[in-house]
């Protein structure tokens, strides 16, 4: 009886061992499944999460004209230059925030020196780009004789080296002859004496004088020089019609007037003040979509 019993006793101490796992603790079946199951439904998580939408291209400069001050950080009034002959001169207080939202450029007839007041601004000292994208939000006015302008400094304007390589004045957008509906962009280069060249484009009816906003681009590429209305592309311009130059540029905003233009009569006079009213100033490191 007693071998049998001692037989017993070393049969159940085996069984002990084997379940035991060598000495670890005995594991139930729902905690070898449970983690299991977790990680990998949070692997499937993962694989599965789809793309965000490509973010917006790089930010270079906004200016939305908030409050009742221009941001000199962004912005200077442009020297009081006489202008077109001297029947214009811009002037510091002819360039202002409405405290809505707007910068306002101001034409207007100064009778007791029988000329035109007006008012420009510069990203001169404050911020220069070379290839982005820029574009403004405008309002124009179609008085007669007046125009107001988008446009950059790039390079050195002034050299005369038979190109616009080294540098090129770039006309975004003019509102030159609203009054019958016309407006233009164009670039000018190799100073402006003699040697002066220039290239530009005509839009007849573009429908920009309808009292709303509209924008205007202007792609800076190493390959060309591309124009928009409203996201419209309007004009393009490659290297074999003018050379595209890479230097940084700033940008001005300006309105003023000319005799050739028709400022100064009795019609144009009578229609003053005109305000050329900007919304917003952005520029991008790419054209962003859409626009």
């Given at each position: 009886m007693k071998l049998r019993f001692d037989r017993i006793l070393l049969l159940c101490l085996t069984a002990v061992m084997v379940l035991s796992g060598c000495g670890g603790k005995t594991?139930?079946?729902a905690e070898e499944t449970v983690p299991e199951t977790v990680e990998t439904a949070a692997e499937t998580v993962v694989e599965t999460e789809p793309e965000t939408t490509p973010p917006e291209p790089d930010l270079l400069f906004e200016d939305t004209f908030d409050g009742t001050e221009l941001d000199s950080c962004k912005w200077e009034r442009c020297p009081e230059?006489?202008?077109q002959g001297g029947l214009d001169v811009w002037d510091d207080d002819m360039a202002f925030l409405d405290g809505e939202g707007n910068l306002i450029l101001r034409a207007e007839w100064n009778a007791e020196e029988g000329r035109i007041h007006s008012g420009a601004v510069r990203t001169y000292g404050k911020f220069t780009e070379a290839f982005a994208y820029y574009e403004a939000s405008i309002r124009f006015t179609g008085t007669p004789g007046i125009w107001g302008a988008f446009w950059m400094m790039a390079g050195n304007v002034g050299g005369e080296d038979g190109s616009a390589a080294d540098g090129v004045e770039i006309?975004?957008?003019?509102?030159?002859?609203?009054?019958?509906?016309?407006?233009n962009s164009a670039l000018h280069w190799d100073g402006y004496g003699a040697a002066h060249q220039s290239t530009s484009q005509t839009y007849e009816n573009a429908g920009i004088y309808d009292g709303q906003f509209h924008t205007f681009g202007l792609w800076r590429t190493e390959?060309?020089?591309?124009?928009?209305?409203d996201g419209k592309e309007t004009?393009?311009?490659t290297g074999d019609q003018c050379a595209v130059?890479?230097?940084?540029?700033?940008?001005?905003l300006t309105v003023e007037g000319a005799e050739w233009a028709g400022a100064g009569t009795e019609e144009s006079i009578g229609a003053l003040p005109a305000d050329m009213v900007v919304d917003y100033v952005r520029v991008y490191r790419e054209k962003p979509q859409g626009k």
């Open positions: 594991k139930t079946p230059w006489d202008r006309d975004i957008i003019e509102s030159i002859g609203g009054q019958w509906g016309q407006s390959d060309a020089y591309i124009f928009y209305i004009w393009r311009v130059c890479p230097e940084q540029g700033y940008m001005k």
